[in-house]
């Protein structure tokens, strides 16, 4: 699927596990405060929900997380037409930046460096094709 032309991910923040406090963030949320307090308390902070992972469509949007092992939820937001895989890459690449360490406000910065890097239709294309080509090298292993 080609990403020509269309936006990649809008929004991503941190929170603590268990909490609808956000540690750090970057993207444009305007519009979806609501949802996004919503998607925390319902979805991701769900005592019923024991996944460490996940992703829903809401609208014209795709609301995906991880949870960390370290009591952390990284959280994201991207047209519903983002492949879940290149949303997955990127959370991946939020947390090790965020264990990276260093303070708050140098985190921000990564992360904003990273939600640029998300938002090139050029780049998602290159994420999506190597994620594939990594998922048909699996699919030959698997096979062996």
Known sequence: MSTEGQAGITYACVTASMSTKVL????????????LTGFITGVVNNPNNPD?????????????????????????????????RVVMSFLQE??????????GSAFT?????LLVKYQNAQEMDQIARIQRDLDITKGKWDVL
């Open 24 to 35: 750090a963030e970057a993207g444009n949320k305007s519009n979806l405060t609501r949802q």
């Open 52 to 84: 460490e992972r996940g992703s829903f469509n809401q609208g014209p949007y795709s609301y995906s997380y991880m949870k960390t092992n370290d009591n952390f939820t990284f959280i994201s937001i991207a047209p519903k037409e983002v492949d879940t």
């Open 94 to 103: 939020m947390i090790r930046d965020f264990d990276y360490g260093g303070d």
């Open 109 to 113: 910065g990564r992360l904003n460096n």
